[in-house]
């Protein structure tokens, strides 16, 4: 078993996107999720300025309210995933040099 030490970060998370969007390839991937991102902040935001939970916003629209939380759930983990999958083609060169 590997005991070595862990080593603090020596970048913020916005310190290493910063540096990421330096890469032609990792900026377009990035900029392409633009307008996906903001339909889900713009959902989200609608939703808290109205001061309606998400039960309400179901029976309002007579849906159930875990189809709001799936829907929402469905819509981070596939932002997540594409992120994940969008660094891992970017860095994977770099890791095998």
Do not use: C
């Not at 080593?7 to 392409?32: C, G, I, L, N, R």
């Amino acid at each position: 078993m590997n005991k070595s030490k862990r080593v603090p970060a020596s970048q913020t998370h916005q310190e290493m996107v910063a540096e990421w969007k330096t890469d032609p390839a990792f900026k377009a991937e990035y900029d392409a999720l633009e307008e996906e991102y903001q339909l889900l902040h713009d959902m989200v935001l609608a939703r808290k300025r109205s001061g309606l939970k998400q039960s309400e916003v179901a029976e309002q629209n007579k849906i159930y309210s875990i189809t709001i939380n799936a829907y929402t759930l469905i819509a981070y983990i596939y932002i997540l995933y594409t992120i994940s999958v969008t660094i891992w083609i970017i860095i994977t060169p770099y890791i095998y040099m």
